[in-house]
């Protein structure tokens, strides 16, 4: 690897793959800082531009995935859901989702229909909400 | 009539340093290394299926102007190059330990489901593989409950 840019996008990446990975752990900016060899501040600039959205924003919509997920396809409760991918407050989980999704969670299991099996990493690719600008549009990807 | 895909292609930042990771630690091996001048022509296949080459490509010219190369290297660095490719195993889980043990980078560990049991891996520059055991005879797609506790 040369530039600096390319080892920067490398190591934001290997934060990125960890927030995919572990979304239902606590996950906060030091903890993915370190993983990237920046500082927290740098981590959270450089992320940014990189990705095209705050480290944050990336963690909650992988997580509002997972969640859209579980509503589609299980039975458990909006609660029980909000606390399987990582959410601690049912409050700010709602808000989020109404947020990212466009409607709240009962309405999305509602309307949601089934999501044919493909390898999981394109699922995930796939069906993650987008942040960039569409949310309100499409709640199914 | 289309007979067979021969080869896909993946691009590598160093292919010195492809080799070291897709031979030396993924356990492929070196189909064609040939230097035609203005590029060299490297493949790598699973032992045993030459019929299927991965090339090992380095973004830079006569294909691509440097700005142009260095956009590629960028993505490929941020993981935006899409999979490199799905590779199967007869034993998953102990490929995982062999692999974790030489260093490899994985992005999810072996996680069952309805096709097999899989799991995520990057190369060093930050492309995207998947090694699997896929599931012996026909796959049923399972109903929705089912298909939510392993995913």
């Given at each position: 690897m040369s530039s600096a840019v390319e080892e920067s996008n490398r190591r934001l990446l290997r934060a990125r793959d960890a927030m995919d990975r572990?979304?239902?752990?606590?996950?906060d900016v030091p903890t993915l800082a370190r993983i990237a060899y920046v500082s927290e501040a740098h981590f959270i600039r450089t992320f940014r531009a990189t990705f095209g959205e705050t480290p944050h924003r990336y963690l909650q919509r992988r997580r509002v995935e997972r969640a859209m997920f579980l509503l589609r396809?299980?039975?458990?409760?909006v609660s029980e859901i909000c606390l399987e991918v990582g959410f601690t407050s049912l409050g700010t989980f709602g808000r989020t989702f109404r947020e990212i999704v466009g409607e709240a969670p009962t309405a999305y299991r509602e309307r949601a229909a089934d999501l044919r099996a493909v390898p999981a990493c394109f699922a995930m690719a796939w069906t993650r909400p987008s942040s960039f600008g569409e949310a309100g549009r499409s709640g199914l990807g | 009539m289309l007979k067979q895909i021969t080869h896909s292609q993946v691009y590598v930042l160093d292919q010195d340093e492809a080799l070291d990771f897709?031979?030396?630690?993924?356990g492929l091996e070196v189909n064609t290394d040939a230097d035609l001048g203005f590029m060299r022509w490297l493949t790598v296949n699973v032992p045993g299926d030459p019929d299927h080459q991965l090339l090992l490509e380095k973004p830079g010219p006569p294909a691509h102007d440097e700005a142009t190369a260095e956009q590629i290297r960028e993505l490929v660095t941020k993981g935006a190059?899409?999979?490199?490719g799905i590779l199967t195993v007869d034993d998953i889980q102990k490929t995982y330990k062999e692999l974790l043990a030489k260093g490899v980078e994985f992005t999810e560990e072996p996680t069952e489901r309805f096709y097999g049991t899989d799991c995520g891996l990057r190369d060093p520059f930050g492309n995207y593989l998947r090694i699997g055991e896929p599931k012996e005879g026909p796959i049923e797609v399972p109903d929705p409950a089912q298909l939510a506790e392993n995913t």
């Open positions: 572990d979304y239902a752990k606590t996950l396809e299980t039975d458990s409760s | 897709y031979v030396g630690k993924l190059m899409g999979m490199a």
